[in-house]
């Protein structure tokens, strides 16, 4: 099928709006799956595990329609310009994202489910931790959503809050196995909770990269503790 430029356009913004939708999923996977680690629910654990299925079919057929869009448009010399074309370059960066996201939540899961019946009770901090993970997840949809850069840089300037968490509730559980109060097995699924939120944080600040770089062409990158918009001489165009 043929393809003008405002058909390519039409078709961009249905992309985005599946984006949109799996971003809202994934969101919904985080936060719950946080939710399953303090109720001990297994069952809700278990659920979120089946959904990472949805999230993968979703994540293909958004590739799906994103390589076929450029394909398209490629056979048809279909003039668009560079924004477009890197709007949906953006979109497949970020729908990876998105089910890396979705991948970290279903290891939270899978590690409720491991507790089991253990009620060992986790430090106040984790809980701190992930509730900002949450935000910064649905911070880093609604930045794409929106196309909004000041938003994607607030997501940037979180990471380094995080990292801390995890630093205190590494040593918190040491200090816990110590004294008795919590056993290795029950500390090792807590860190790696603690490690799976981070890693969801870092795929956010993934994705508002990509907002930054689809608004207005600049490349940003973590260079010594900071984040440092690189120079784009193609930028404008």
């Not at 970020?94 to 998105?98: F, I, R």
């Given at each position: 099928?043929?393809?003008?430029?405002?058909?390519?356009?039409?078709?961009?913004?249905?992309?985005?709006?599946?984006?949109t939708?799996?971003g809202?999923?994934?969101?919904?996977?985080?936060?719950?799956a946080?939710?399953?680690?303090?109720?001990r629910d297994?069952?809700?654990?278990?659920?979120?595990?089946?959904?990472?299925?949805?999230?993968?079919?979703?994540?293909?057929?958004?590739?799906?329609?994103?390589?076929?869009?450029?394909?398209?448009?490629?056979?048809?010399?279909?003039?668009?310009?560079?924004?477009?074309?890197?709007?949906?370059?953006?979109?497949v960066k970020?729908?990876?994202?998105?089910e890396?996201?979705?991948?970290?939540?279903?290891?939270?899961?899978?590690?409720?489910?491991?507790?089991?019946?253990?009620?060992?009770?986790?430090?106040?901090t984790?809980?701190?931790?992930?509730?900002?993970?949450?935000?910064?997840?649905?911070?880093a949809?609604?930045?794409?959503?929106?196309?909004?850069?000041?938003?994607?840089?607030a997501?940037?300037?979180?990471?380094?809050?995080?990292?801390?968490?995890?630093?205190?509730?590494?040593?918190?559980?040491?200090?816990?196995?110590?004294?008795?109060?919590?056993?290795v097995?029950?500390?090792?699924?807590?860190?790696?909770?603690a490690?799976?939120?981070?890693?969801?944080?870092?795929?956010?600040?993934?994705?508002?990269?990509?907002?930054?770089?689809?608004?207005?062409?600049?490349?940003?990158?973590?260079?010594?503790?900071?984040?440092v918009?690189?120079?784009?001489?193609?930028?404008?165009?």
């Open positions: 099928m043929s393809i003008n430029a405002q058909q390519f356009r039409d078709e961009l913004d249905s992309i985005r709006s599946d984006l939708r799996q809202q999923r994934v969101t919904e996977m985080a936060s719950e946080f939710e399953s680690v303090y109720q297994t069952e809700k654990a278990q659920s979120i595990v089946a959904r990472d299925d949805i999230v993968d079919r979703a994540d293909v057929e958004i590739e799906r329609k994103c390589v076929d869009l450029l394909v398209r448009s490629a056979n048809d010399a279909c003039e668009v310009g560079p924004s477009p074309i890197r709007s949906v370059l953006t979109g970020v729908n990876n994202e998105l890396r996201i979705a991948d970290a939540a279903t290891e939270v899961a899978e590690r409720v489910i491991r507790l089991g019946e253990r009620t060992t009770p986790f430090p106040k984790l809980l701190v931790m992930t509730n900002s993970v949450v935000g910064i997840v649905r911070d949809v609604k930045a794409f959503g929106g196309s909004d850069p000041t938003l994607a840089k997501v940037l300037a979180s990471e380094g809050a995080v990292l801390q968490f995890k630093e205190l509730i590494t040593r918190d559980a040491e200090e816990r196995v110590a004294d008795g109060r919590m056993t097995e029950v500390a090792f699924e807590l860190h790696g909770i490690f799976q939120a981070v890693t969801m944080a870092d795929h956010c600040t993934n994705i508002a990269e990509q907002v930054i770089y689809e608004s207005s062409g600049q490349i940003v990158r973590h260079t010594k503790g900071e984040w918009e690189l120079p784009n001489p193609q930028a404008g165009h």
